[in-house]
C-alpha cells in the first residue's frame, strides 16, 4: 500500500492536477501501478486461498482421525463380542462332553440265552 502511495502522489507530481494521463509516458506509468495494483491483489488472494487450503486441511485430518478412532473402537466391541461367543460355545461344548455314568442295571449284564440250531 504504500509503494500505492508513492506511486500515486509521484505521478500527481509528475503530471500535475489532471485526472488522466495526456502523454504516453504517463499511460505506461499508470498501465505499470495498475499492474503492481494487479499482483498485490493477486498476492493477496493467493495467500488468503492458501489459509483457506491449510484450514480445510487441518479439518478433515481431524474429521479423518475422529473416523478411525470411531472404527477402532467398534472393531474391538466386534472383536470383545466374538470372543465372548467363542468363549461361551467352547464353554457349553465342554459341559456336553463330560459323560455322566449311567448306573449299570444287573439284568443287562447276563448273556443271552442259548438259542438251539434249528
Not at 504517463?26 to 483457506?52: F, H, K, T
Not at 482421525?65 to 461367543?85: G, M, S
Not at 457349553?92 to 434249528?118: C, G, I, N
Amino acid at each position: 500500500m504504500r509503494l500505492l502511495s508513492i506511486t500515486l502522489l509521484s505521478c500527481l507530481a509528475i503530471a500535475g492536477c489532471q485526472g488522466e494521463p495526456t502523454t504516453l509516458r504517463e499511460e505506461a506509468e499508470l498501465a505499470q501501478e495498475n499492474l503492481d495494483d494487479a499482483r498485490q491483489r493477486a498476492a493477496e488472494l493467493v495467500a488468503e486461498s492458501e489459509a483457506d487450503a491449510v484450514e480445510i486441511v487441518a479439518d478433515a485430518r481431524d474429521a479423518a482421525e475422529e473416523r478411525i478412532l470411531d472404527a477402532k473402537r467398534d472393531a474391538n466391541v466386534i472383536v470383545a463380542d466374538a470372543q465372548e461367543e467363542l468363549t461361551e460355545k467352547l464353554d457349553e461344548l465342554s459341559e456336553k462332553r463330560v459323560v455322566e455314568p449311567v448306573p449299570v442295571d444287573d439284568s443287562d449284564q447276563s448273556p443271552p440265552p442259548a438259542t438251539s440250531p434249528k
